[in-house]
Nanobody
Framework: QVQLVESGGGLVQAGGSLRLSCVASGGTFRLYNMGWFRQAPGKERDFVAAIRWSGGTKYGDSVKGRFTISRDIAKNTVYLQMNSLKPEDTAVYYC????????????????WGQGTQVTVSS
């Protein structure tokens, strides 16, 4: 049974930083793509970042240069380092696991975590 558990969300002032973590269980972690998505109230779930099974990374345009995705295979954990946070980054952040190409698409992922709230105050 696959489980994804996010942590690290919270309240931060604009310009600050947070690091999100997602621990995965079930399956062989290194064989899958891992992604981060976010959803603000009343909006669709949007792509933030992904790290493919090969280690390659991809970012949404709004976070390039500010966010960094990484993973620790030994700990079955994927991270999202978020710097220079803006109020518009406020959302629930979700971790996801998938195996299809197009790692920036929702439908490429099969398993999702419960989400962690990130709130950026101005």
């Amino acid at each position: 049974q696959v489980q994804l558990v996010e942590s690290g969300g919270g309240l931060v002032q604009a310009g600050g930083s947070l690091r999100l973590s997602c621990v995965a269980s079930g399956g062989t972690f290194r064989l899958y793509n891992m992604g981060w998505f976010r959803q603000a109230p009343g909006k669709e779930r949007d792509f933030v970042a992904a790290i493919r099974w090969s280690g390659g990374t991809k970012y949404g345009d709004s976070v390039k240069g500010r966010f960094t995705i990484s993973r620790d295979i030994a700990k079955n954990t994927v991270y999202l380092q978020m710097n220079s946070l803006k109020p518009e980054d406020t959302a629930v952040y979700y971790c996801a696991r998938g195996s299809r190409a197009n790692s920036d698409l929702l439908q490429s992922y099969d398993y999702w975590g419960q989400g962690t709230q990130v709130t950026v105050s101005s």
